[in-house]
């Protein structure tokens, strides 16, 4: 059970949990000092209790922009919309001008919202916990609204979008 385990290839366990389609959340703050926004891309973002509102999500730990977001406390999480696949594109990039490159605007928090999104949801940070080689970040919802649209989807390395089967 252990060997089949730790004989597990990255590349396979990629590419299986890549059958499990998610939304596309753009995490973004401002930077303690400079107060220049930083941002990354998740597709690990959900909601983890009602009572108290409390989302997750998972940041690797050679994130460079994590760390640049996490001094502040709190940040916004900007569910794109089907149509933001560029906007994924440069957050997900290595970039340092990310922001320069996208049309954003700032919450009532302070935080950088990405504009035109299907949906903003404003947290605060409560705690992290082990992830292997990502942390879990657990965070109170401070405010939250829905957008226009309809979400963008990522499955298999692909973007798509979201089609209604039944009523
Ligand atoms: C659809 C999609 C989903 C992603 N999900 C995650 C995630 O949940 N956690 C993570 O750490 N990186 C995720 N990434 C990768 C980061 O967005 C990417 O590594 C980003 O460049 C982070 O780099 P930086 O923090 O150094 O700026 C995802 C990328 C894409 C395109």
Redesign the pocket.
């Known amino acids: 059970m252990t060997a089949s385990l730790s004989t597990i290839e990255p590349r396979y366990f990629r590419d299986v949990m890549g059958h499990l389609p ?1 939304g ?1 959340v753009v995490v973004a703050g401002r930077q303690v000092g400079t107060g220049e926004p930083a941002g ?5 973002f959900q909601s983890l209790s009602l009572d108290p509102p409390l989302v997750n ?4 730990l ?5 760390p640049k977001i996490r001094p502040a406390g709190r940040f916004s999480a900007s569910v794109l919309a089907s149509g933001q696949n560029d906007v ?1 594109r440069v ?4 970039r340092d001008d990310k922001f320069r490159a996208v049309a954003w605007h700032e919450s009532a928090d302070g935080n950088p919202r990405i504009s035109g999104a299907h949906a903003w949801i404003d947290c605060e940070i409560r705690h992290e916990l082990d992830g292997g080689d ?1 942390v879990i970040v657990v965070a109170d919802v401070r405010h939250l609204e829905a957008g226009e649209g309809e979400p963008l989807i ?1 499955h298999r390395g692909r973007f798509g979008r979201y089609r209604e089967i039944s009523a």
């Open positions: 998610t596309v990354l891309v998740v597709g690990t999500f998972s940041v690797a050679t994130s460079t922009s994590w994924c957050l997900s990039s290595k990502h990522f």
